[in-house]
C-alpha cells in the first residue's frame, strides 16, 4: 500500500487549514474501556490507546502480526495479545517496536477468546482484525509517528444496515466535530523526497484532492451513522418478539449441538445486552477456572436426576449461548456442561424444559480435559427458566417441596433455590431465545430486539434482617451497628466482630457471648480483613455506633451469616448524629424498645434446671453427661448429653448405637459454633459438664428440640466427679446410678441371662393356643413354663434391625460400650475377648389388646446357624438376620422409617401368628418372656 501522505508539520509552509484529514478526525474518536468492552463487547465506533509490549518477527510470507500490548484501562492494567490478519501487502506497512505507542480504532476488531498465559498476559481474551485496521503508532519520545487506514485505502466500509436503529433518536452531529482544526503532524512521518515523487506519480494532484474529499465526506457521514445508531442503542426500548417453540423437543438430551450462523446475522455488539453489578451473564468463552459467575444460556441437553454418592441430589445441564460478541463464529458453539447439586429436595434442581433459556447463578467454574465446566453447590446455585413459546419465568413442574428452607443443620440461613429475575434479566432471555430462533431456523432477517434498560438499583443501606448472600446485589450491603464485642487476632490476619442493629431474624443462630442472653437471636457476626481489620482494632469499642458501608453476607462452613467487610469505609456515629442520620435514629428507637421489653432479662436470672423442667424458648444452665460428639468438616459440630430425665420434646426413638438405648426422650442435642466446637473437636465421652446459657429450639429440618452454644464465652466447664460440692452434679450422678439399676432390671425383664434356663415343664395350655393373655399362667418357683399364644407383633426393638445386638467381653462378662470396639478395662488391644450377641424385642397384642414384651436373646432358636457379628459392619451377616426376622416385623419396617425421618406415622395391620413362648420368674419376681418359636398358622 502507498503511506498517507504527510501531514506536514509546525514547520510547514501552509499557515492554515480548513479541512481536517482522515487522521485528524481519527484522534477525536473517544476511547471504550477494557471493562465496557468485556461487558458490552467492542464498540466499533471507538478505539483503545495502550503500548506494544512483545512482538514476533515475521516473514514476507507471514499472514499475521502478532502482538501483545498493554492498555491503561480503569486505573489497571489490561495485558493481552492482537493478532494483524489483513491483507499481506497491508501487513508489511506494520512495522511495530516494542514500547511503541498506539492508537486502534476498533472498526472491524473481533473479540475472540484467548488461551490462558499468565506469565504473559492477565486477560484471556484477544483482538483479531481481518478486514482492516486504522492506527496511529509512533516510538516512545519521537516526535514524530506513523498513520495508516487500510479502510480509506481499500474502500472497504461498514455495512450501512442500520434499519433496527431509531433514526429519531440521534446524538449530536460528527459533522460538527469534524470543523475543529487539531493539528497531528507529530503522529505522522515527515516527508522525504523519495515519499513526494512517488506520490506525485501514482497520484496527480487533482485525483488527490477530489480522492481526499469524498474520502473526508464518506467517514463524516460513517461517524454520524454510528454516533447516531450509539445513541439509538441506549435509550431503545426492546419489542418483545414471538418466539415460536422448535419442534422435535421429544428428547431430553442432545448429545452434539452443532449450530449454524445465518449469512447476515442480526446479532451484533451493539444489539447483544449489556448487564452490569450483580446481573452481568458471563459469556461461555470468557470463563476461566477459579471464577464463581452466573450464566445464562439455551438448554439443548440434560440428565436425569440422580442421588450421588453421599446422597446429593444432582444432574447435569448443557447450555449454549452466542460463542462471539460480533455475532460470527456460531458454530462453535459448544455446549457448557454445568453439574447441579441439592441436598434435601429433589425438586429443587433446576427442572428447565429442551430449549428454555436458564439463569444459573453463583456458579463455580471449574475445568475438565481442557474445557470448562460448571458446579452449582446446593447452598449457592440459585435459578430460574424462561419458556420462550410462552413468554414466562417457571420453575419446572409443580411440586410440593418447600420454597424455602434452613441451612446447614437447623440453624442456619434461609436458602431458596429460585431465583426471581428482574426486568433486565426476562428481556436477556428473550434476546437469547430470538437468536437461538434465529440460528436454528437459519432466518438471515433475524431482528433481535434491545432489552429494556430500567436501571439498576445499587447497594442499599439494610437492617440486617432483611440481608442474605442472595439479596441484591450479590449480598453487599451498607448498615448501621452498634458493636457489642470485637476479638481480634494475634497475627493481624481477621478480626471478627459482634454486632447488633436490634432487628431478629430467624436466620440469625442464636450467638452466646458478654451480653444479655435474650440478645442473642439479635447479634450478627462481622468478619473484619485488611483495611477494615485495622480500623476495628484501632477504633471499635463495645457500646460505640458505627456506619458500615459494602459489607457482604456470605454463608460461612456451617452454612451460617457472617458478614464480610474488607474495605475501611466505617463512620464512627454519636447518639447526637441521630437529629440528622435516620439509620441511627432508628436504631437507638428500637433498642429502647428491646430494652423495655427485656430488661428482667439477665444472666442473673438464669438458673441450673432439669431437661424434664425446661420449656421452649427459656434460657437455662444444664449439668449433664457427654455421650457422643460429631466434628465433620463444612458440617456444624454437635455433641449428644443427658442429664437422666425426661422431657417429652426430646427424641422419643433411638438415636445411634447402643450408647443411647434406654435413654429415649433423655437425650440433648446441642449445636457448637465459635470458640465452643473444642468440645466436640476433642470430647471426653462419659465426662460430666456444665453447659451455661442453652435455650431449647425446634429445628426446623428434624422438627425436634434442641439447644446452640456459640460465642467466645467459656459455656462448658469439665467437672471432677470426684469433687462432691457441686449439688448439680452430685444430683447427676445420682439419677445415673438410679437409671443403671433401673435399666438393669428392665433387662432382666426381657432378657434371658447368659447362663442356661430351666427346662420348660410340660406345655401349660396343652396344645392348644390360648387367645387371649390374661388366661396365661404365669411361672411359679425355679422351673420354666411354655405357652402357645395368638398374637400379633405392634412394634420392636431397637430401631433399626442393624442395631439389634450387643458388644460382651468373655473375659470380664460385662457389656462393652457402643462407642467401643473392645473391653478398654480388660485391655483388650487385640479385640480377643470381644463376642457379638443378638439382641432383640418384640411387642406382641393378643386379641383384646393386651400386650407384653417378649425377647429374642442371642440363645433364640431361630438365630441358630446364623454368624454372630457386628450388624452396622457386616452387610452378609445383616442380611441373614433380617432374613430371619422379617416376616415377624416386615409390616412394621416403614413405621419405623417415618419415626427415623420424623414424619407421621399410622399403626399397621399386622398378621397374627401362633408363638411358642417361654417364661420364668426374674429374680425381683417379675415375668420374663422368651420367643422360642412361631407359626403362621394360627390352629
Given at each position: 500500500m502507498k503511506r498517507s501522505s504527510s501531514l506536514g508539520s509546525s514547520n510547514s509552509k501552509s499557515s492554515k487549514r480548513n479541512k481536517l484529514n482522515d487522521d485528524d478526525s481519527f484522534y477525536l474518536v473517544q476511547e471504550q474501556s477494557i471493562t465496557d468492552m468485556m461487558q458490552q463487547g467492542v464498540d466499533e465506533t471507538k478505539c483503545i490507546t495502550g503500548k506494544f509490549k512483545m512482538m514476533w518477527d515475521i516473514t514476507p510470507q507471514a499472514e499475521q502480526i502478532p502482538t501483545i500490548v498493554t492498555v491503561q484501562s480503569d486505573s489497571q492494567e489490561a495485558i493481552f495479545p492482537i493478532d494483524f490478519q489483513i491483507a499481506k501487502h497491508h501487513l508489511a506497512s506494520l512495522h511495530f517496536l516494542p514500547y511503541d505507542e498506539f492508537r486502534l480504532s476498533l472498526r472491524g476488531a473481533l473479540l475472540l477468546p484467548a488461551e490462558p498465559n499468565p506469565r504473559i498476559c492477565n486477560k484471556t481474551f484477544k483482538l483479531v482484525y481481518k478486514k482492516g485496521v486504522q492506527i496511529q503508532w509512533k516510538q516512545r519520545g519521537a516526535s514524530s509517528g506513523k498513520y495508516i487506514n487500510t479502510w480509506a485505502d481499500t474502500g472497504i466500509k461498514t455495512s450501512e444496515s442500520d434499519d433496527w436503529f431509531s433514526e429519531e433518536a440521534a446524538g449530536p452531529s460528527a459533522e460538527a466535530a469534524l470543523k475543529a482544526d487539531v493539528s497531528m503532524s507529530n503522529m505522522v512521518d515527515a516527508p522525504d523526497a523519495t515519499n513526494s515523487a512517488q506520490a506525485a506519480t501514482d497520484h496527480p494532484a487533482s485525483k488527490t484532492s477530489k480522492r481526499n474529499k469524498k474520502e473526508e465526506r464518506m467517514e463524516a457521514k460513517r461517524l454520524k451513522r454510528e454516533a447516531a445508531a450509539r445513541q439509538a442503542h441506549c435509550t431503545r426500548t426492546a419489542t418483545n418478539s414471538q418466539a415460536s417453540e422448535i419442534d422435535g423437543a421429544g428428547s431430553s438430551f442432545v448429545a452434539n449441538v452443532e449450530v449454524t450462523a445465518p449469512r447476515s446475522s442480526g446479532l451484533s455488539t451493539n444489539s447483544q445486552p449489556a448487564f452490569h453489578g450483580s446481573n452481568v451473564y458471563r459469556p461461555f468463552y470468557y470463563l476461566s477456572k477459579g471464577q464463581t459467575v452466573h450464566l445464562c444460556g439455551i438448554v439443548v441437553g440434560m440428565s436425569d436426576p440422580r442421588q450421588s454418592v453421599k446422597g446429593d441430589w444432582m444432574r447435569y445441564i448443557q447450555i449454549v449461548d452466542p460463542r462471539s460478541p460480533n455475532g460470527e463464529n456460531l458454530a462453535d458453539s459448544r455446549p457448557l456442561k454445568i453439574n447441579c447439586f441439592t441436598r434435601r429436595y429433589k425438586e429443587w434442581l433446576p427442572h428447565p424444559k429442551l430449549?428454555?433459556?436458564?439463569?444459573?447463578?453463583?456458579?463455580?467454574?471449574?475445568?475438565?480435559?481442557?474445557?470448562?465446566?460448571?458446579?452449582?453447590?446446593?447452598?449457592?446455585?440459585?435459578?430460574?427458566?424462561?419458556?420462550?413459546?410462552?413468554?414466562?419465568?417457571?420453575?419446572?413442574?409443580?411440586?410440593?417441596?418447600?420454597?424455602?428452607?434452613?441451612?446447614?443443620?437447623?440453624?442456619?440461613?434461609?436458602?431458596?433455590?429460585?431465583?426471581?429475575?428482574?426486568?433486565?434479566?426476562?428481556?436477556?432471555?428473550?434476546?437469547?431465545?430470538?437468536?437461538?430462533?434465529?440460528?436454528?431456523?437459519?432466518?438471515?432477517?433475524?431482528?433481535?430486539?434491545?432489552?429494556?434498560?430500567?436501571?439498576?438499583?445499587?447497594?442499599?443501606?439494610?437492617?440486617?434482617?432483611?440481608?442474605?448472600?442472595?439479596?441484591?446485589?450479590?449480598?453487599?450491603?451498607?448498615?448501621?451497628?452498634?458493636?457489642?464485642?470485637?476479638?481480634?487476632?494475634?497475627?493481624g490476619g481477621c478480626h471478627t466482630l459482634y454486632a447488633t442493629d436490634y432487628t431478629k431474624s430467624d436466620q440469625m443462630h442464636g450467638t452466646s457471648g458478654r451480653w444479655p442472653p435474650s440478645l442473642n437471636d439479635y447479634v450478627m457476626r462481622f468478619t473484619m480483613w485488611d483495611e477494615a481489620a485495622k480500623f476495628a482494632e484501632q477504633n471499635m469499642r463495645p457500646g460505640l455506633y458505627f456506619s458500615i458501608n459494602n459489607a457482604r453476607m456470605k454463608l460461612d462452613n456451617a452454612s451460617c451469616l457472617e458478614a464480610k467487610v474488607v474495605q475501611a469505609k466505617v463512620v464512627q456515629l454519636d447518639e447526637s448524629d441521630a437529629a440528622k442520620n435516620i439509620h441511627l435514629k432508628a436504631l437507638l428507637e428500637r433498642k429502647q424498645i428491646w430494652e423495655a421489653t427485656h430488661q428482667a432479662s439477665s444472666t442473673s436470672d438464669i438458673n441450673y434446671s432439669l431437661l424434664q423442667d425446661v420449656e421452649e424458648g427459656k434460657f437455662f444452665h444444664c449439668t449433664a453427661e457427654l455421650l457422643y460428639a460429631s466434628s465433620k468438616p463444612n458440617e456444624l459440630p454437635y455433641v449428644y448429653v443427658t442429664d437422666y430425665t425426661i422431657n417429652r420434646g426430646l427424641p422419643t426413638s433411638t438415636i445411634g448405637g447402643s450408647w443411647s438405648r434406654g435413654l429415649e426422650g433423655r437425650i440433648l442435642r446441642i449445636w457448637l459454633s465459635e470458640d465452643q466446637t473444642h468440645v466436640a473437636e476433642s470430647p471426653s465421652i462419659g465426662s460430666f459438664y456444665a453447659f451455661k446459657k442453652l435455650r431449647l429450639k425446634r429445628n426446623t429440618v428434624e422438627n425436634e428440640l434442641c439447644a446452640s452454644l456459640g460465642g467466645a464465652e467459656k459455656l462448658v466447664i469439665m467437672l471432677n466427679p470426684d469433687k462432691t460440692h457441686n449439688e448439680h452434679l452430685n444430683g447427676l450422678l445420682r439419677r445415673r446410678e438410679d437409671w443403671m439399676r433401673n435399666r438393669h432390671s428392665v433387662r432382666q425383664q426381657v432378657i434371658p441371662t447368659l447362663s442356661p434356663l430351666p427346662a420348660p415343664l410340660a406345655d401349660q395350655t396343652e396344645g392348644k393356643p390360648l387367645r387371649c393373655l390374661r388366661q396365661m399362667p404365669l411361672a411359679k418357683g425355679q422351673g420354666a413354663l411354655r405357652h402357645h399364644i395368638i398374637a400379633k407383633v405392634v412394634d420392636f426393638h431397637p430401631l433399626e434391625l442393624r442395631d439389634a445386638f450387643y458388644q460382651l467381653c468373655t473375659k470380664c462378662n460385662k457389656q462393652i460400650p457402643g462407642n467401643q470396639k473392645a473391653c478398654v478395662k480388660c485391655a483388650d488391644f487385640n479385640h480377643e475377648f470381644v463376642q457379638y450377641c443378638f439382641e432383640m424385642f418384640l411387642k406382641i397384642e393378643d386379641e383384646d389388646g393386651d400386650q407384653i414384651m417378649v425377647s429374642m436373646s442371642n440363645e433364640c432358636p431361630l438365630f441358630n446357624g446364623l454368624k454372630r457379628a457386628h450388624l452396622r459392619e457386616d452387610y452378609r451377616a445383616l442380611h441373614a438376620f433380617s432374613d430371619t426376622v422379617l416376616p415377624l416385623v416386615d409390616e412394621l419396617v416403614p413405621m419405623h422409617e417415618c419415626l427415623k425421618a420424623g414424619k407421621p406415622t399410622s399403626q399397621p395391620n399386622s398378621r397374627f401368628f401362633r408363638f411358642e413362648l417361654h417364661n420364668w420368674v426374674l429374680p425381683d419376681g417379675g415375668q420374663g418372656f422368651s420367643l422360642h418359636r412361631y407359626d403362621t398358622n394360627e390352629s
Open positions: 430449549y428454555d433459556c436458564l439463569i444459573l447463578r453463583n456458579v463455580k467454574v471449574d475445568e475438565f480435559n481442557g474445557a470448562p465446566t460448571g458446579t452449582g453447590y446446593h447452598d449457592r446455585l440459585t435459578w430460574a427458566a424462561f419458556s420462550s413459546s410462552k413468554g414466562d419465568i417457571h420453575y419446572g413442574p409443580k411440586n410440593q417441596a418447600p420454597k424455602e428452607d434452613v441451612a446447614g443443620s437447623g440453624f442456619g440461613a434461609k436458602i431458596c433455590p429460585y431465583f426471581t429475575p428482574e426486568s433486565e434479566d426476562i428481556q436477556h432471555c428473550i434476546w437469547l431465545s430470538d437468536w437461538w430462533r434465529s440460528v436454528h431456523k437459519g432466518s438471515a432477517d433475524s431482528q433481535v430486539p434491545n432489552p429494556i434498560r430500567t436501571g439498576l438499583t445499587g447497594r442499599k443501606h439494610r437492617l440486617l434482617r432483611d440481608t442474605g448472600p442472595n439479596v441484591h446485589p450479590d449480598g453487599y450491603f451498607d448498615c448501621t451497628i452498634e458493636v457489642l464485642r470485637l476479638f481480634t487476632d494475634d497475627m
